[in-house]
């Protein structure tokens, strides 16, 4: 019976519920889609650096990534990367001989790292040619090609088949200067990117330096990130004598990233259902006191405080989970639709490629979150049916009933 | 000697006692028998209201006590009073009786869902009150839907289905038409005298009073007058 009169009083003040009915759900919705959007832009991060620079694994000599120095290549790299390609899991692999250093134009010069790639391999590892503006990829007839970034080509006002300088220390400590002409210009998501890194044939870059067939990085591409871990795993007890890192080890802005992205959704969260909790609050305390009168009868009748605090608790809770369904059935269905057609930022997605981020965003949700968000909720629920429950107790029968 | 169901011993009420007091009741002393029909009489601000909500244990007096069938309520707090007044005591208010989501059925059955009774006798027992008072097809009415007289009269049958020691009615008829207002007390006068069950009430209604079997006057929160029912009973009319 308690249970009754809770639902039918909330139909007594139906405008009233209704628009409590409305923020619970307008919030759900926006807080749930918001947090969906946010995933989908992380998730396209990490999938962008993983595809189109990271890799999921790399190998390199231990001391390479602390010192970037010409000597730390990987000892016996063919036969490594011919070990890694037998692997199931593994969809791609390619050496890289890195090197840093300056490139210059006839209208200044700036500092790169120098990138000497296997074309084929590294084609099918970063999808290099499928990112070109402008110009083609490697043509293995000539000689000193070269493809840089949008960014960097209208830094240093270069074009294709213009002529530009790379210098870069050798092996033996001196300084190398080589001329290459621009075959490909190219444009990922992430402009930084872009303006720093140049690529280049190994073996023209390998001749150069005088390095007679180092490689300095392996990379290595998964079908998927699922057996990132066991991958990891089996590489490192077979190369024991190398440096083997995730695409979190190796770029751990990105990894902050996701777990700074993760925390910030569940602050956003947190603010909407504060939001929420004030109003419901709010809207419960002056159903409450409108009803001193009624709930003084109930108290001079006999009904105990423990049920009139029951009644009150039931009311709210009614109200929120009668919201709830409206308003994430409203978010799986706005996130399904947009999870399947996108959201272009078209008008930011400059804004968005200066921070390494995708114009195009697929909103998701994934289970563990939606878990948290019930959880944050049925909080919310408690949190804000307490306070209008206990205001009830407050009443007393005979001043509640004076005519 | 009778035992009393009433028994206020020297009650006195005084409001606002730290700013400027207000003596609402002063050393009231009564005795109120088992199947009686007593009603408080007193111009408005008398202590009338003040006076049953100190019997009725909705309120606690300044002094002396209140003992209802032998038990001193004035020392009961919290849900211990709030289960006396469930098991003792029944209640009809002036207006906003009765829980307006319920139906007439739902607001008797109400207070014995209160008291635990098993559905069964709960249903039974609320047909055989809603023929009591005279409303047997308007059970599935909601408050809003009934008449402020069958209002009154469902507020009657509830008070009843506690099965209550005595039943308190402050200003019942306050806010009905003369003919509802007669009507009520003669439902509750046919109630008192079939069932024996004890009926205070207060008024300020000629009418009202004219059906009391024993009238107790209240002035300034004094009892200054208490015809005893023994007077009626030997066909002497006091009334005016
Ligand atoms: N809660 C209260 N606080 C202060 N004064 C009150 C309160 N209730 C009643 N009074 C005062 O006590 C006196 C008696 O009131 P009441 O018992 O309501 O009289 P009646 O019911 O006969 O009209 C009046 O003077 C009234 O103003
Ligand atoms: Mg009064």
């Known amino acids: 019976m308690i249970l009754k009169i809770a639902r039918r009083n909330i139909w007594r003040s139906k405008k009233r519920s209704l628009t409590l009915l409305l923020a619970i759900s307008l919030g759900l919705w926006s807080g749930m889609f918001l947090i969906a959007f946010y995933n989908g832009m992380i998730e396209q991060r990490v999938n962008a650096a993983i595809q189109d620079e990271i890799s999921h694994i790399q190998i390199h000599h231990p001391n390479f990534l602390n010192d970037h120095e010409s000597r730390f290549i990987v000892p016996d790299a063919e036969k490594t990367i011919k070990l890694i390609k037998e692997n199931s899991s593994v969809k791609a692999v390619a050496g890289r001989l890195i090197l840093f250093g300056m490139i210059a134009s006839p209208s200044g010069s700036t500092g790169i790292k120098i990138n000497g790639i296997q074309t084929e391999a590294e084609n099918k590892l970063t999808q290099l040619s499928s990112k070109l503006i402008d110009g083609h990829y490697f043509t ?242 408690l949190v804000s049916a307490i306070f209008p429950a206990q205001r009830a107790l407050k009443i007393k029968p005979a001043s509640a009933i004076k005519n | 000697m009778k035992q009393a169901v009433i028994d206020a011993h020297n009650l006195s009420k005084i409001y606002d006692e730290d700013s400027i007091p207000v003596v609402a009741l002063d050393h009231a002393q009564l005795h109120l028998n088992r199947g009686e029909f007593t009603a408080i009489k007193g111009p408005s601000g008398s202590g009338k209201t003040t006076l049953l909500n100190m019997i009725g244990g909705l309120d606690h007096p300044s002094s002396g006590y209140v003992e209802i069938n032998g038990t001193n309520i004035t020392k009961l707090h919290g849900n211990a009073l709030i289960d006396f007044r469930l098991n003792n005591i029944g209640f009809v208010f002036q207006s906003y009786n009765l829980i307006p989501v319920l139906t007439a059925k739902e607001n008797i059955e109400f207070i014995m869902l209160l008291q635990k009774i098993p559905a069964k006798q709960r249903e039974m027992r609320v047909l055989e009150l809603l023929k009591q008072v005279g409303l047997e097809n308007k059970g599935d009415k909601r408050p809003g839907e009934l008449s402020g007289g069958q209002q009154q009269r469902i507020a009657v049958a509830r008070a009843l289905a506690s099965k209550p020691q005595f039943i308190l009615a402050d200003e019942p008829t306050a806010n009905l038409d003369s003919v509802s207002a007669t009507n009520l007390l003669d439902m509750m006068l046919k109630l008192n005298e079939e069932e024996n069950m004890t009926f205070v009430f207060s008024t300020h209604d000629q009418r009202v009073i004219s059906r009391a079997r024993r009238v107790i006057t209240l002035e300034d929160g004094k009892i200054v007058e208490d015809t005893a029912p023994a007077k009626i009973t030997n066909g002497i009319n006091l009334l005016e």
């Not at chain 1, 080890?249 to 602050?267: D, K, L």
């Not at chain 1, 109003?279 to 409108?290: D, K, P």
């Open chain 1, 140 to 381: 293995p007839s000539k000689r000193n090609e070269i493809i840089i970034g949008q960014k960097l080509a209208n830094k240093l006002k270069l074009n294709i088949n213009k002529k530009t300088i790379l210098t870069f220390q050798d092996t033996a400590g001196n300084l190398a200067s080589a001329a290459f002409r621009i075959a490909g210009i190219f444009k990922t998501q992430n402009t930084p990117f872009d303006e720093t890194n140049v690529f280049v044939n190994i073996e023209e870059l390998d001749s150069l330096a005088g390095l007679k067939g180092g490689i300095h990085e392996i990379a290595v591409l998964l079908y998927s990130n699922n057996s990132l871990d066991s991958c990891l795993q089996r590489f490192k007890s077979v190369l024991p004598e190398l440096e083997v890192k995730s695409w979190i080890e190796i770029s751990p802005e990105i990894g902050i990233t996701v777990s700074a992205g993760t925390q910030m959704v569940y602050i956003y969260m947190g603010i909407i259902l504060l939001a929420l909790t004030f109003g419901i609050i709010n809207t419960m305390m002056m159903s409450v006191l409108e009803r001193t009168r009624e709930i003084g009868m109930l108290l001079a009748l006999g009904m105990n405080k423990f049920k009139i605090f029951t009644m009150i608790l039931w009311e709210t809770c009614f109200l929120i989970l009668a919201g709830c369904p409206v308003g994430m059935i409203l978010a799986f269905i706005t996130i399904a639709i947009t999870h399947h057609t996108g959201i272009h930022l078209n008008n930011y997605s400059e804004v968005y490629a200066n921070f390494g981020y995708s114009p195009v965003v697929y909103p998701n949700l994934n289970m563990d979150q939606l878990i948290k968000i019930i959880f944050m909720v049925i909080i919310t629920a």
